[in-house]
């Protein structure tokens, strides 16, 4: 209980702190743009978790396919715009300016939501340690 409420805490600071930072969704395909870790540290007194802040650039009508990540993701969108496509739930579009969220293990999609101007984000993730960041899905 008390991991969880630590966890719970951690991301909800990490999340306004991104918003804050006014800085760069993880598309980890290799035709975009991709700025890469930022950040990956252990995450204080949850043993066996991290934190890992990213970078992302995405070109013009790029689409990451269906995919998830194994924690939660937390992202700020700085440049272009951004549709979330989750499974068994309706598209959102993120615009500059504005956050978002994907659960952990949650199967979206994400597309560059022009087909003329890159997008940028910022984002973090809270995981397991050692787990892919990204896992496509058929």
Not at 6 to 23: D, E, N, P, W, Y
Not at 98 to 116: C, D, F, M
Request: hydrophobic share 35%.
């Amino acid at each position: 209980m008390h991991g969880t409420i630590v966890r719970s805490t951690l991301a909800l600071l990490l999340g306004i702190a991104v918003g804050m930072l006014g800085h760069q969704v993880l598309f980890a395909q290799p035709a975009q743009g991709t700025c890469g870790k930022l950040q990956q540290r252990d995450l204080e007194g949850v043993p066996g978790w991290e934190v890992i802040m990213f970078c992302s650039e995405s070109d013009p009508g790029a689409v990451t396919g269906r995919h998830y990540h194994p924690g939660p993701e937390f992202f700020y969108v700085l440049d272009g715009a951004l549709t979330i496509e989750p499974d068994g739930q309706p598209p959102f579009t993120v615009k500059v300016g504005e956050s978002g969220y994907t659960g952990r293990k949650q199967i979206h999609n994400t597309k560059n939501a022009s087909s003329t101007q890159p997008a940028k984000v910022i984002g973090v993730m809270i995981l397991e340690k050692g787990q892919p960041l990204f896992t496509p899905v058929p």
